[in-house]
């Protein structure tokens, strides 16, 4: 215990002194980077980027043009060009750190400005072809294991839930994604001081991952354990903060909350006191674990008698005089200018978001559709699983739609089991053959449905069809329930069918990704995958007298994301967790405990 003891001490001294030695170059620096970064390089890289699609011919991204840009020359230079913007400005705060903490490791002050251009200058080099990994490295690797590593631009890659509930379904695809996983982790702590080789010695990326490879044998598990107790210590303390400022904020939104104005203006006030906070600790995270692992550089490399340089990276400041003291002093008040605004941004969002939201979906909240899981009992499209979605509280229940061979609407997918386990194609198949394999007809499914649950109904053409878009809509005026249906496809020529047969029938645009100016298609509600929905598709959607839904939500967290964002329909497969979730909103204590989350939420 006392070794331990002591070995936690020495580390958090060597690290005090890397960080502390250039604090304020530092401070000043993550306080630039971080506004800038998402001020000026992410949204102006992506409104190019936006611009570049539109001169081609692509006003928006979705599933229908993707491979489209892919296959297409421009579009594809136009695609890796925002990649690479994204991946050097990533990699830039980390050839930057990893200077500043060599000169504070050799005992050398820096200079703000001599220092960013040395970051770019070894940054820069990205651009290289052989080098080209290493944006993989930057972007992907380090952020899919979430590790600490990351440049604080970068954001948490995350894998769609509908995605995860596929491969949770599976135990083969659930043990291969654990072996993905724990691979990738491995190749990251192989690869930790490659950047540092990277950006100290010249190294291409594949020489520096080797050279780190050596560097780290022999101290792989101390390494890594040492980073991920830094990394529990400081989100620990985090969290401890964190949980005091809830209960204050529980303990006076239960006094206001019936007063929207008092409860808006909280928010505001007591929003930008929490992103304060969080903002000082966005700022310092990756600084203070890239110290942990320069320090770690710096021992390892001695104790293998291998050359450091100790030659300076950049200008050397000179000893302060009285001209100096008054730059210095600038330096301070700028840094703290720039973090100031940085805070208050975060706070407007906070604020804004909040406004936005609260009426209509802290009190209310989204619809739910029900989706049937991989695993589900009941089977799809069968009137057990209409039945329990009925009994779940859904909404809405999706279902997807075919012709049969003698042109009636089924509801099912293309391509079935039979009653023995063979495969049967539903164009090639009558309907009374169909009836025996228990296949319903959409218009049996609206008259079981009908006053009782709403229908998102799927239109997916296989090329086989005569008249699936017209039979479709003609059934549901038939059954007279085109207020309880409203039709979806990621097939968009399929939805401009739609609305040539008949203006009024209710029409969503289904599509795992949305870029671009998405929301201008003459469609009713846009069907976005969960992982592409921000606070401004929803704004831009709402603009546009919209609705959003969001497919497929099925952790707490994600639901509460949703709901935070002001999404109108909720997709799931597990429709009574997130009625239990949106729940929350009706009563009382929970109100005052959902508004403390988002609040909260907000700076994760």
């Known amino acids: ?61 979705s599933d229908t043009n993707i491979g489209l840009v892919l296959t297409n020359p421009l579009g594809l230079l136009a695609l890796l060009l925002f990649i690479l913007v994204l991946g050097f400005y990533g990699l830039f705060e980390l050839t930057t750190l990893i200077v500043l903490f060599n000169e504070s490791h050799f005992q050398r002050p820096v200079r703000l400005i001599p220092l960013c251009k040395k970051g770019v200058e070894r940054a820069l080099r990205i651009v290289k072809p052989r080098n080209f990994p290493l944006i993989i490295f930057v972007l992907i690797i380090i952020p899919f294991t979430e590790f600490s590593l990351a440049s604080s631009f970068v954001n948490e890659v995350k894998i769609p839930e509908f995605i995860m509930a596929n491969i949770f379904a599976s135990p083969l695809w659930t043990l291969s994604y ?16 490659s950047i540092h080789y990277f950006t100290l010695e010249d190294q291409s990326f594949i020489q520096a991952i080797k050279k780190s490879r050596t560097l780290i044998k022999g101290h792989f598990w101390h390494t890594t354990f040492w980073v ?6 400081i989100l620990l303390l985090l969290a401890m903060l964190f949980g005091i400022l809830e209960v204050v904020a529980f303990f006076v939104l239960g006094q206001i909350l019936y007063d929207t104005l008092a409860v808006s203006i909280f928010i505001g006030f007591f929003g930008f006191f929490v992103s304060a906070i969080f903002t000082t600790f966005q700022l310092i995270e990756t600084a203070i674990t890239f110290a942990l692992v320069s320090m770690f550089y710096y021992d390892y490399s001695q104790r293998a008698q291998c050359d450091v340089s100790s030659t300076a990276l950049i200008e050397t400041k000179k000893n302060l005089n009285k001209t100096d003291k008054p730059r210095k002093k600038l330096f301070i008040g700028l840094s703290m200018l720039i973090i100031f605004l940085i805070i208050a941004v975060d706070t407007y969002f906070i604020y804004t978001n909040f406004d936005d939201t609260f009426n209509s979906h802290f009190v209310e909240g989204p619809k739910i559709t029900a989706q049937s899981s991989p695993s589900a009992s009941a089977s799809k499209n069968s009137l057990s699983a209409l039945q329990k979605a009925i009994d779940d509280g859904a909404d809405y229940v999706q279902i997807n739609v075919v012709q049969s061979q003698d042109g009636v609407i089924v509801v099912a997918e293309p ?26 007809t959409l218009s049996d499914v609206i008259l079981f449905c009908k006053d009782k649950i709403n229908l998102n109904i799927q239109l997916n053409p296989t090329g086989h069809e005569t008249s699936l878009v017209e039979s479709t809509i003609a059934v549901i005026n038939q059954t007279n329930y085109r ?17 040539g047969v008949d203006p009024q029938i209710r029409r969503t645009y289904v599509t795992s990704m949305a870029m671009g100016d998405i929301q ?19 704004t831009a959607i709402h603009g546009e007298n919209k609705e959003i839904f969001a497919w497929t939500v099925n952790s707490e967290e994600s639901v509460t994301e949703m709901i935070h964002l002001g999404v109108d329909n909720i997709i799931t497969q597990d429709v009574s967790a997130v009625k239990d979730v949106i729940h929350q909103n009706t009563e009382p204590r929970d109100l005052i405990q959902q508004l403390n989350d988002f609040l909260f939420k907000d700076i994760e």
Request: net charge neutral; hydrophobic share 55%.
């Open 1 to 61: 215990m006392r070794a331990f003891l002591t070995d936690v001490f020495h580390h958090g001294k060597v690290k005090f002194k890397l960080v502390q030695f250039n604090f304020i170059t530092l401070l000043i620096f993550e306080a630039l980077y971080t506004l800038i970064g998402s001020l000026v390089i992410y949204p102006g890289s992506l409104f190019l980027f936006n611009k570049a699609m539109s001169l081609l011919g692509f006003p928006f991204l």
């Open 178 to 193: 654990f072996i993905l996983l724990i691979g990738l982790f491995l190749l990251v702590m192989w690869g930790i001081f």
């Open 228 to 233: 991920a107790f830094w990394n529990a210590a």
């Open 415 to 440: 391509t079935i089991k039979g009653p023995s386990g063979e495969l049967i194609n539903i164009w090639e198949t009558d309907v009374a053959a169909l009836k025996n394999a228990d296949v319903l």
């Open 483 to 499: 207020d309880g249906c409203i039709l979806a496809s990621q097939n968009y020529p399929v939805l401009e069918q739609a609305a």
């Open 520 to 538: 201008t298609l003459p469609v009713n509600a846009l069907s976005v995958e969960a992982s592409f929905i921000g606070p401004k598709i929803v």
